[in-house]
Every structure is written in structure tokens, then in C-alpha cells.
């Protein structure tokens, strides 16, 4: 059975930072596209970041280009999301998703982040 865990969210000042994780059980990472999606109150759920099987090809989101990077351990089997320079605008529940081999997909849970100040 496959399972993601989305963790890593929270609190921070715009130009801050936080970095999120997905730990993937039942999958293997480095076999999956694996991304990341927000979504927003009262806006539909949007792409945001992902990362490619074989190898590490990224793709990003131009609202995040350049602030956001997606990274992937394949000895932890850890989807990562660091966000640098945060805007209010960044706030949204965040959501890690990998696509199988099969063009299946599965979610996490979700983790909140809330830019504020």
C-alpha cells in the first residue's frame, strides 16, 4: 500500500523560509514523477513543483521559480520542498503527489502553510 506523508508546514514572515517533506512508503521515489500541488482557500488545487524519473529534471511553477526548489533522496525515499523568499500569497495547503510507473497517483494528506505578519 502506498502512503505519502506531507509535513514541514507552518507559520512564517514574508521573505522567510520553511521546507517540506514527503516521506513515500510503498513507492520508490526514484521510479515516480513525483510533485508537489497547493491549493488555496476557495481556489482550486494547483501545480506548484516536481521533480522526474530517471534523474533529477525539475519543473516549476513560474510563480515560484527561483524561490522554490524540489528535491528528491532516494536513500530516504523523501520528497523534498524548500521555499525561500515566502509571499503572502504562498499561503495554501500543500500537497505532495507521486504518479506511478502506471500514470496512477496518489496524495498526501496535505500540510498548512500561512505567510503572515
Known amino acids: 500500500q502506498v502512503h505519502l506523508a506531507d509535513s514541514g508546514g507552518g507559520l512564517a514572515q514574508p521573505g522567510g523560509s520553511l521546507r517540506l517533506s514527503c516521506a513515500v512508503s510503498?513507492?520508490?521515489?526514484?521510479?515516480?514523477?513525483m510533485s508537489w500541488f497547493r491549493q488555496a482557500p476557495g481556489q482550486e488545487r494547483e501545480f506548484v513543483a516536481a521533480?522526474?524519473?530517471?534523474?533529477?529534471?525539475?519543473n516549476y511553477a513560474d510563480s515560484v521559480r527561483g524561490r522554490f526548489t524540489i528535491s528528491r533522496d532516494d536513500a530516504k525515499n523523501t520528497v523534498y520542498l524548500q521555499m525561500n523568499d515566502l509571499k503572502f500569497e504562498d499561503t495554501a495547503v500543500y500537497y505532495c503527489n507521486a504518479q506511478d510507473s502506471h500514470d496512477y497517483d496518489y496524495w498526501g494528506q496535505g500540510t498548512q502553510v500561512l505567510v503572515f505578519s
Open positions: 510503498g513507492l520508490d521515489v526514484s521510479r515516480a514523477a
Open positions: 521533480v522526474f524519473r530517471p534523474g533529477h529534471s525539475t
